[in-house]
């Protein structure tokens, strides 16, 4: 937007707000281009009815209210955003994780091992099994908790918190289940279930990103109810 006068008393508001905020890059930078224009118009609006430039920029960041009291607006709107990120990959992507896996075991030449494997061991697969689809259905929750409350930062807390709690778990058992008592001891060699393990370590890591970014843009802890 052009504007016939310097706007540093609206560029230094919006860089204070700018040092407040946190949440995904893209969408913290699409906010404070709209507070940015907003104060802007509201300037431009006080100087066509007479007053200087400085004194309109003023007007409009009075009337746009301090720092301290926009912000927690704008940082719930950011952390909305970013569990939606979250919500959506665990919700899309742990499913058809799954499905990987399932085809995978369906398709392994396990060899005369696996017919003796120890009781436990489809127990723990299917714990595996059980795990990602209640992940998935936790992202599917989150995005309709969204839809009805504006209050985003209880469900980013818990939705990090889940990732971050069971993808160590997930580690163990899936690990178990792969290096267990030579049941699956062509598995190493196995080009299909190497592929599919370092697509589960990536996603896996992705989810932590997304899961830790999900707390840090929350903040502290929300308390109460």
């Known amino acids: 937007m052009d504007t016939a006068y310097e706007t540093a008393t609206v560029d230094g508001y919006?860089?204070?707000?700018?040092?407040?905020?946190?949440?995904?890059?893209?969408?913290?930078?699409?906010?404070?281009?709209?507070?940015?224009?907003?104060?802007?118009?509201?300037?431009?609006?006080?100087?066509?009815?007479?007053?200087?430039?400085?004194?309109?920029?003023?007007?409009?960041?009075?009337?746009?209210?301090?720092?301290?009291?926009?912000?927690?607006?704008?940082?719930?709107?950011?952390?909305?955003?970013?569990?939606?990120?979250?919500?959506?990959?665990?919700?899309?992507?742990?499913?058809?994780?799954?499905?990987?896996?399932?085809f995978l075991w369906q398709i392994f030449p396990a060899g005369p091992g696996?017919?003796?494997?120890?009781?436990?061991?489809?127990?723990?697969?299917?714990?595996?099994?059980?795990?990602?689809?209640?992940?998935?259905?936790?992202?599917?929750?989150?995005?309709?908790?969204?839809?009805?409350?504006r209050r985003s930062r209880r469900v980013a807390w818990v939705l990090g918190l889940l990732v971050w709690c069971q993808l160590p778990l997930m580690a163990v058992l899936s690990s178990a289940l792969t290096e267990t008592a030579n049941v699956l001891t062509a598995f190493d060699d196995y080009v299909p279930g190497m592929v599919a393990t370092w697509v589960s370590l990536s996603f896996w890591g992705w989810k932590l990103w997304s899961a830790a970014h999900c707390l840090r843009t929350a903040g502290p802890a929300p308390k109460g109810r």
């Open 14 to 102: 919006v860089d204070e707000l700018a040092k407040t905020l946190r949440g995904p890059r893209r969408a913290r930078r699409d906010l404070l281009a709209e507070a940015r224009d907003g104060l802007c118009d509201a300037a431009e609006a006080y100087a066509e009815e007479g007053l200087s430039p400085e004194e309109a920029q003023a007007r409009a960041v009075a009337d746009f209210g301090p720092v301290a009291e926009v912000a927690p607006e704008f940082q719930e709107e950011l952390t909305a955003v970013q569990v939606r990120h979250t919500a959506l990959l665990l919700f899309l992507g742990t499913p058809l994780l799954t499905l990987m896996w399932t």
């Open 114 to 149: 696996y017919a003796m494997r120890p009781g436990w061991f489809d127990v723990v697969a299917k714990t595996v099994d059980v795990m990602q689809l209640l992940t998935g259905l936790a992202g599917g929750v989150a995005l309709w908790r969204l839809r009805r409350t």
